[in-house]
T-cell receptor, first 113, second 113 residues
Framework: SQTIHQWPATLVQPVGSPLSLECTVE??????LYWYRQAAGRGLQLLFY??????ISSEVPQNLSASRPQDRQFILSSKKLLLSDSGFYLC????????????FGPGTRLTVL | AQSVTQPDIHITVSEGASLELRCNYS??????LFWYVQSPGQGLQLLLK??????LVQGIKGFEAEFKRSQSSFNLRKPSVHWSDAAEYFC???????????FGTGTSLTVIP
């Protein structure tokens, strides 16, 4: 069966520090991968998605970037965090077909102070 | 532009009462439709999905949803709510083009004894 992992689960970082969040998927190959941000009391905002290694699509201009160095690894990064980067970050995967369900990881709670 | 609307930000129901959460979408063709549930601090869990066929779909935890093309709606229902159903519920739409999901802003459910 497929599983999706995210780490760390919780992170507290000062403003201006770098960020690296990691997401890995097991039990499937060539998945579509997604990064979402969920601000407090708000819905999900799609940040990036990837249909293959090295292929990243950005949905909104922002302080963040994403990379996919391996088939089942998706990384969310920032060189300098802003206060507004605080939130709950969710990684998801789908099978690649247009109607495939997205399955979500447990999330990372990021607090920027 | 495509959109997903969940008009109820917050709903409170008594344990044992019936529940209906509303979801409307704006899209020219019938999309693929999903409901997810999120417990505090957790990722999203798929409750049910509709691709085609029978417009009444059954999901996990006793939930069901009905697709109504004429109303562009996909409302989630449960005949008798349990205290453990308290959570955030998200409706999502996947289009038959591209690889993206569009999420509603969510409905927060409180269950009172």
């Amino acid at each position: 069966s497929q599983t999706i992992h995210q780490w760390p689960a919780t992170l507290v970082q000062p403003v201006g520090s770098p960020l690296s969040l990691e997401c890995t998927v097991e039990g499937t190959s060539n998945p579509n991968l997604y990064w979402y941000r969920q601000a407090a009391g708000r819905g999900l905002q799609l940040l990036f998605y990837s249909v293959g290694i090295g292929q990243i699509s950005s949905e909104v201009p922002q302080n963040l970037s994403a990379s996919r160095p391996q088939d089942r690894q998706f990384i969310l990064s920032s060189k300098k965090l802003l206060l507004s980067d605080s939130g709950f970050y969710l990684c998801a995967w789908s099978g690649g077909s247009k109607k495939d369900t997205q399955y979500f990881g447990p999330g990372t709670r990021l607090t920027v102070l | 532009a495509q959109s997903v609307t969940q008009p109820d930000i917050h709903i409170t129901v008594s344990e044992g009462a019936s529940l209906e959460l509303r979801c409307n979408y704006s899209y020219g063709a019938t999309p693929y439709l999903f409901w997810y549930v999120q417990s505090p601090g957790q990722g999203l869990q798929l409750l049910l999905k509709y691709f085609s066929g029978d417009t009444l779909v059954q999901g996990i935890k006793g939930f069901e949803a009905e697709f109504k093309r004429s109303q562009s709606s996909f409302n989630l229902r449960k005949p008798s709510v349990h205290w453990s159903d308290a959570a955030e519920y998200f409706c999502a739409v996947a289009l038959n083009t591209g690889n993206q999901f569009y999420f509603g802003t969510g409905t927060s459910l409180t269950v009172i004894p």
